[in-house]
């Protein structure tokens, strides 16, 4: 009876350190003027992410993760497309928490981090969502100029 105890409590251990020790899918996303590095990014449905995102650029930048866009003429108009993307805001439903930067939050949900030059910001959420979708930053003619990229979730 001691050694089923003993034993018991030992797989009980060994569940909570696989359980606390679980994987973490980290990304380092770095803003420039007028893009981000990379371009492309993958992860895991279900699976934490935890995205750094650094801005090495001299201006402001923001960071929005919304369904992909049919061409660049629905994403303008509005608020420089922020109308657009409040309503394909890919975190509708998805806790997110953030450390540094200015988060934004529209309708309950998380809606954009904005990083001053020089600083970084980590967002942590779990995809649960799959498809493609698009980040971007919609401050005045970035988009435009091209800063946005793609976000794949398998």
Same mark, same amino acid.
């Given at each position: 009876m001691r050694g089923a105890i003993i034993l018991v409590g030992a797989l009980v251990l060994t569940l909570a350190a696989v359980a606390w020790a679980a994987p973490v899918q980290k990304v380092t996303l770095t803003m420039r003027d007028f893009g981000y590095t990379p371009a492309k990014v993958t992860l895991q449905s279900?699976?934490?992410?935890? /995205? !750094?995102?650094?801005?090495?650029?001299? /201006? !402001?930048?923001e960071f929005m993760l919304y369904g992909m866009p049919k061409d660049m003429a629905s994403m303008m108009g509005g608020d420089m497309g922020h109308e657009w993307v409040e309503k394909a805001n890919y975190f509708k439903g998805v806790p997110v928490t953030a450390e540094g930067g200015k988060v934004k939050q529209k309708a309950g949900a998380f809606f954009e981090l904005r990083v001053q030059p020089g600083?970084?910001?980590?967002?942590?959420?779990t995809p649960v969502k799959k498809g493609t979708f698009e980040f971007s930053c919609m401050i005045a003619d970035h988009y435009e100029a091209g800063q946005r990229g793609v976000l794949v979730v398998k």
């Amino acid at each position: 009876m001691r050694g089923a105890i003993i034993l018991v409590g030992a797989l009980v251990l060994t569940l909570a350190a696989v359980a606390w020790a679980a994987p973490v899918q980290k990304v380092t996303l770095t803003m420039r003027d007028f893009g981000y590095t990379p371009a492309k990014v993958t992860l895991q449905s279900g699976v934490p992410a935890e /995205l !750094t995102i650094v801005n090495n650029g001299k /201006l !402001t930048h923001e960071f929005m993760l919304y369904g992909m866009p049919k061409d660049m003429a629905s994403m303008m108009g509005g608020d420089m497309g922020h109308e657009w993307v409040e309503k394909a805001n890919y975190f509708k439903g998805v806790p997110v928490t953030a450390e540094g930067g200015k988060v934004k939050q529209k309708a309950g949900a998380f809606f954009e981090l904005r990083v001053q030059p020089g600083k970084s910001a980590i967002i942590r959420f779990t995809p649960v969502k799959k498809g493609t979708f698009e980040f971007s930053c919609m401050i005045a003619d970035h988009y435009e100029a091209g800063q946005r990229g793609v976000l794949v979730v398998k």
